[in-house]
């Protein structure tokens, strides 16, 4: 008899589909999974949205110029992490790229840099930056890289188990895979509930506690090293969430519910967005 699935919240596409899917829990792993998950052909179409910012570099409204200016100190400050792993050489692979701008930031800085981004118009804005990116792992130069980073992608792949192997694949053997991902267990998440802009369903297929990253990785050998927070995560996706939940960007509400985010994680660790460094 098949052990009937625990589901944890109900949860709407806000922004492109209108579905509405089902987070079920994976116990063993403390993960939560999106039911049902569309194919991997069908995927696509839920990114085709001009307001999946990742994807342009649009700053048409006071919410996306707030996006572009956070995330420009953000880079900086993702390029010196990876400065500090003191690795022999600096050969890095930025997995879901987006366009471009980590691997601009870090090559200005030293870096030989190569990307993975799946996307054909964040790809397009990414070479008028001078910067190449290949559509797949799989046509990827043979050669391993020092450095693998995955900001807020790995929610988005699909096969986990399988992306994980091929990764570990790339890695030196003295490499370092930085993993930044929404964290369910965080205020916000708790407070906007099926709300919450990070459950970002299909589009994140699953969702990660601290528990699920230390035991996704260690079955590929991996230790977790390092578990760092991204500040102004809890910041941006309320003001998401105040858009889901009340059709308006409530900035002052916003505010207040992301302050109080990172002043609760002060003491619990569960910040809206972590990052994890792990090592083999």
């Not at 977790?224 to 002052?252: A, H």
Request: aromatic share 12%; with cysteine.
């Amino acid at each position: 008899m098949k052990e009937q699935e625990t589901i944890f919240l109900t949860v709407k596409d806000h922004s492109v589909s209108k579905e509405t899917f089902q987070l079920v829990l994976n116990t063993d792993l403390e993960m939560l999974e999106t039911k049902p998950q569309p194919s991997e052909d069908a995927l696509p179409a839920y990114y085709q949205s001009e307001d999946y910012i990742s994807h342009t570099d649009a700053k048409r409204s006071l919410f996306e110029k707030l996006y572009h200016l956070i995330k420009t100190y953000a880079l900086v400050k993702k390029v010196k992490l990876i400065y500090s792993f003191k690795t022999k050489e600096k050969e890095l692979l930025d997995i879901g790229a987006g366009t471009g701008d980590f691997l601009k930031q870090a090559q200005s800085m030293g870096w030989s840099v190569c990307g993975v981004e799946p996307n054909a118009s964040a790809i397009e804005n990414a070479k008028k930056k001078g910067i190449d990116l290949y559509s797949t792992l799989e046509v990827l130069p043979q050669k391993k890289y020092d450095v693998i980073t995955l900001w807020h992608v790995l929610e988005h792949l699909p096969n986990l188990d399988e992306q994980i192997a091929k990764i570990t694949y790339l890695l030196k053997p003295e490499g370092v895979i930085v993993i930044a991902v929404p964290n369910y267990n965080s205020y916000d998440a708790n407070y906007y509930k099926e709300f919450w802009a990070a459950y970002d369903v299909p589009r994140h297929l699953w969702h990660f506690s601290k528990t699920s990253i230390n035991k996704l990785f260690s079955k590929h050998a991996f230790r977790l090293v390092d578990v760092r927070p991204l500040i102004f995560d809890s910041f941006y996706v309320s003001l998401l969430s105040e858009k889901y939940k009340t059709g308006k960007m409530n900035f002052i509400s916003a505010f207040y519910v992301g302050l109080r985010s990172n002043v609760k994680a002060m003491r619990s660790k569960n910040y809206s967005s972590l990052i994890y460094v792990l090592k083999k």
